[in-house]
């Protein structure tokens, strides 16, 4: 079972700010997924790093965009934030069978 | 492109109840199937897993069988406690082995258990 961790665990910015967070996978996992959830569109792929390239990216405007670091933390960003990005964001690493295991997420309000 | 369908709920039983919870899905190839759970507040827990046709996952007394003929991996549980109250996701991964696109996740059950 992969340990996932998350910083910071919620946070709260005004529409036009950008923000950045952070994933750190506690074991040495070379992919890291991350996903939006929200009430209206569910779950939603965001975009795949693996060994700190872009692998998949979702349907998602180019104000969102990620990084990884050679030791596999990931950070995700945001630039001037829109109401609608208010939500659950989730990063995961992958298993060996296409299963992802996921961190306890970042609750952003964008008020 | 890959779809999941699944009934959003809520769904109210007693304690001690039959659970089933359907899910359906559309992929292209041979798609990996995973229920998932998720309690208020956190993140998401891998429930159970089927990686080919006939399959069955099965965790904390969770079950679900991969119905290929059907597109099928509905979720059932003999008999429920309050505990498993939770949002549960039926999810796919279009590539067996390896999430090229990410997982692609139904809607969402909201299960409720009333004692």
């Known amino acids: 079972k992969a340990g996932v961790t998350q910083t910071p665990r919620y946070l709260i910015k005004t529409r036009g700010q950008q923000v950045t967070l952070s994933c750190s996978p506690i074991s040495g996992h070379r992919s890291v997924s991350w996903y939006q959830q929200t009430p209206g569109q569910g779950l939603q792929f965001l975009f795949e790093y693996f060994s700190e390239t872009q692998r998949n990216k979702g349907n998602f405007p180019g104000r969102f965009s990620g990084r990884q670091f050679s030791n596999s933390r990931s950070e995700m960003n945001v630039s001037t934030l829109e109401l609608g990005d208010s939500a659950l964001y989730l990063c995961?690493?992958?298993?060996?069978?296409?299963?992802?295991?996921f961190g306890p997420g970042t609750r952003l309000t964008v008020l | 492109g890959d779809s999941v369908t699944q009934m959003e709920g809520p769904v109210t039983l007693s304690e001690e109840a039959f659970l089933t919870i359907n899910c359906t899905y559309t992929?292209?190839?041979?798609?990996?199937l995973f229920w998932y759970v998720q309690y208020p507040g956190e993140g998401l827990q891998l429930l159970l897993k089927a990686t080919k046709a006939d399959d069955k996952g099965s965790n904390k007394g969770f079950e679900a069988t991969y119905r290929k003929e059907t597109t099928s991996f509905h979720l059932e549980k003999g008999s429920v406690q309050v505990s498993d109250s939770a949002v549960y996701f039926c999810a796919l991964d279009g590539y067996s082995g390896g999430g090229a696109d990410g997982l692609t996740f139904g809607k969402g059950t909201h299960l409720i258990i009333q004692p």
């Open positions: 995961a690493v992958s298993g060996g069978w296409g299963e992802q295991f």
């Open positions: 992929a292209t190839g041979y798609p990996s």
